[in-house]
């Protein structure tokens, strides 16, 4: 039997089960992260066509070869700007183009995190139907293929209603003011190419990250291996975090004598990075710190629930990090807009009228700052509430035990909800202290602004808001489970 | 140990019995559970049933077999039974013939298509009709009055044997070191204190079992129900896990269903019945 014929077998209507739904769940997620993505690069794409001279992308990187005669100053005095600031306006458009860029790798790991999520939905929750496979004489090569079938074909799928998604999304960004002029339709579509190349590029992702997946899964006849208590996350993993943050703070209290020795391109390249460093170091520590809170949690839990849900994280600490992960940057994000947003707002208060090509640039890098944490916030909810209600399917079997030996819906749906909220509340301690700690010596001042505070935590309290909206969903999930109300095997 | 009076601090150990309790220490006692009429037509129950709710309807269906003209077999036919308090039952039959549907239906698990289950608490004046109890009421019921024991799989897998012995009682409201103290308590009267901060995962089967019967006695309760409770041991360490369970079940006068296809499983309790297309025979 080839590989289509078994992945017909197991996708007849109706023979699903479970696993059909934790498709659904892998679609939502390819679809949104899809959606983001390209409505992200739509906007890209929108900056780029304005600093163009004829307004195509392959234009902006080579002037030389535009269409006779144009110029890219054009198109600021063809839409309205003064002659006096049209200039200036082209000039920032490179800059707009560099931010837009900037906020496009900062998506990068949430966008990561979700696809991750979902090529790990679509691999991972088949355990016994594989396992059940390979005691039917299916081969190892059968079975990996057949993951990858599911795996690419529900990435197709997603990216396909992904793409409707960012026609949906369209004429809200429509609305968006940057640059002192709205996005236009033509401004904001990337093109027929780009759309065949995410869709690719996303059932590839889906493909590759389903396969490694799957390489650390070993299928055996036998199932999945018994699960055994697994060693936590070692504390070194704390002390290179804790020690890239002191050199990075350190640095930054000493950038006088250090712009004298490296430059000044070369000072902001190491403060850029020494910023990014610890946060690319944020994966290594997240796992630890989330483990190390469960652990302190575990030892005298209030109630039953508390038990079974830090029980669960230390059961895995990767999986409870890897549900939040996404909001570890975005919470870094907020820190920079907030910052961004208060220095944004201090120099068009300077600089006088509020179209100023100045006064603009500094509000739309706030007002972009803010696109991007919610974006961020998004890909995150999205990808922790399909992360929790996949594992709500995964856990069935444990679900219907508890609920047999007395154990009730709330504690339960409680347990779940702790589950998640120990490392989001973690994460945000870390990430948030983070910022501001690597934040203070160079924006001391903009940082005690109540506009600054304000913007800080508004964005933290959009992350809680949509990873609770992500909670209660795998919540409304479980309710829909019927585990008690099937006829046993007598 | 320190004399703290826990709530749920079991007796004081005795030995295992070898063989099945008299009749003498069974006299005439007053029904604890009486079920009556039972019937259970899962196909009426679930009229639309697919695979999104019933994981058993993912089952394929040969399209000539679907059309053949069938009765419809019942799980539970016109079922009457009855348990008296401190009594042991044993419900033996063939595969499908209906014995876990009974034990599901009789611990307020799952409700009757009709028919009644009462249970009637030993010092209770009136019983509780559980297939008329809110599903609230009957999950208070199964935390506090019954306990059980399944083949397998019914012990967390993320929680060390001690947490797992302790989480009835701390479902039940009783605080983290009193459950664990008492679970510890449990642990050392089974013989099993060095397994108390290993996961299930980390165990044999016949472990697994033990640590199961701990937890189903640790609540005290009035009832345990046991469903093929030795069905993935050994012969030896079915004897033993069923040996300890009935004097663990003795020893806190609890009554004990047990749905076995094992003869040597059905004698150690004081009667079997035996259940045949979905009656009792």
Not at chain 1, 236 to 256: E, N, P, Q, Y
Not at chain 1, 379 to 394: C, F, P, T
Not at chain 1, 437 to 464: D, H, K, N, Q, R
Request: aromatic share 8%.
């Amino acid at each position: 039997m080839n590989t289509f014929a078994l992945w017909c077998l197991f996708h007849r209507p109706g023979a699903s089960g479970s696993s059909g739904r934790t498709s659904a769940l892998a679609i939502i997620a390819f679809a949104t992260a899809t959606a983001v993505f390209l409505t992200v690069l739509g906007g890209v794409h929108g900056f780029i066509w304005r600093a163009s001279a004829d307004h195509t992308v392959a234009r902006y990187f080579n002037d030389a070869a535009c269409a006779p005669g144009a110029k890219s100053v054009d198109y600021w005095l063809a839409s309205g700007a003064p002659a006096a600031w049209a200039e200036m306006m082209d000039v920032n458009a490179q800059g707009y183009v560099c931010l837009a860029f900037i906020a496009c790798v900062l998506l990068i790991v949430p966008f990561a995190a979700l696809a991750g999520s979902a090529a790990r939905l679509a691999a991972s929750r088949r355990d016994a139907r594989l396992a059940a496979l390979r005691l039917a004489g299916a081969t190892r090569s059968q079975v990996t293929r057949l993951v990858a079938l599911d795996a690419a074909g529900q990435a197709l799928v997603g990216a396909l209603i992904g793409i409707l998604g960012y026609f949906a999304a369209m004429p809200a960004i429509m609305l968006l003011n940057f640059q002192n002029r709205r996005f236009t339709f033509e401004q904001l579509w990337v093109g027929p190419v780009a759309l065949a190349l995410t869709v690719i590029g996303v059932t590839l992702l889906a493909l590759v990250s389903a396969l490694l997946t799957l390489r650390r899964v070993s299928i055996t006849p036998l199932g999945v291996a018994s699960r055994a208590a697994q060693p936590l996350p070692s504390h070194w993993r704390a002390a290179i975090f804790a020690g890239s943050i002191v050199a990075a703070v350190a640095l930054f209290d000493s950038l006088a004598q250090v712009s004298s020795f490296f430059g000044e391109i070369g000072t902001i390249a190491l403060v850029l990075g020494l910023i990014m460093l610890p946060f690319a170091l944020m994966n290594l520590v997240g796992t630890w710190a989330v483990s190390a809170r469960a652990k302190s949690l575990a030892r005298r839990p209030h109630c039953a629930a508390d038990m079974i849900a830090m029980r669960r994280i230390l059961d895995n600490p990767k999986r409870a990090w890897r549900n939040v992960s996404g909001i570890a940057l975005a919470v870094f994000i907020a820190g920079i807009t907030a910052v961004a947003g208060c220095i944004g707002g201090a120099s068009s208060a300077s600089g006088g009228a509020g179209d100023d090509p100045t006064a603009i640039y500094a509000r739309d890098m706030s007002s972009g700052g803010l696109l991007t944490l919610m974006f961020a916030a998004i890909l995150a909810a999205v990808s922790s509430g399909v992360m929790q209600a996949g594992s709500v399917y995964d856990q069935a079997q444990e679900y219907r035990m508890l609920l047999l030996e007395g154990t009730d819906v709330d504690t339960l749906n409680k347990a779940r909800f702790r589950e998640v909220m120990t490392p989001l509340n973690t994460v945000v301690a870390l990430a948030g202290g983070c910022a501001m700690v690597l934040m203070m010596p160079l924006f001391a001042s903009a940082m005690t602004e109540a506009g600054t505070l304000l913007t800080f935590f508004g964005g933290i309290a959009l992350c809680y808001a949509l990873v609770s909206i992500g909670a209660f969903a795998a919540n409304r999930v479980a309710a829909r489970l019927n585990l008690t109300d099937w006829r046993a095997d007598d | 140990m320190s004399n703290i009076a826990y709530p749920y601090q079991p007796s004081a150990p005795t030995t295992a019995p070898t063989a099945a309790p008299t009749t003498a220490q069974f006299a005439p006692r007053r029904p604890i559970l009486t079920a009556t009429n039972l019937t259970m037509d899962y196909a009426a129950k679930h009229p639309n049933t697919n695979a999104s709710t019933n994981p058993n309807a993912n089952v394929f269906t040969p399209p000539a077999a679907a059309a053949m003209p069938m009765a419809r077999p019942l799980a539970l036919n016109s079922v009457n039974f009855r348990l008296n308090t401190k009594e042991t039952v044993a419900v033996m039959g063939p595969s499908g013939s209906g014995k876990s549907t009974l034990l599901h239906v009789l611990a307020g698990i799952d409700k009757p298509t009709s028919g009644r289950v009462l249970y009637q608490p030993p010092n209770a004046a009136s019983a509780q009709d559980l297939t008329a109890l809110p599903d609230a009421e009957r999950t208070m019921l199964r935390r506090s009055a019954f306990g059980f024991v399944f083949q397998s799989g019914q012990l967390l897998p993320e929680l060390p044997a001690v947490e797992n012995i302790a989480l009835p009682m701390m479902l039940g409201g009783v605080s983290y070191a009193q459950a664990t103290d008492c679970a510890l308590l449990w642990l050392e009267r089974l013989g099993l204190k060095a397994l108390a901060a290993q996961r299930p995962g980390e165990m044999s089967g016949g472990q697994m079992q033990r640590i199961a019967i701990a937890r189903a006695l640790a609540a005290r309760p009035n009832v345990v129900f046991a469903d093929e409770p030795t069905g993935a041991l050994d012969q030896a360490t079915g004897r033993e896990v069923m040996a300890i369970l009935m004097a663990a079940a003795h020893e806190n006068d609890a009554a004990v269903i047990v749905v076995t296809h094992d003869p040597n499983v059905a004698s150690f309790c004081s009667r079997t019945v035996t259940m045949q297309d979905g009656a009792l025979q």
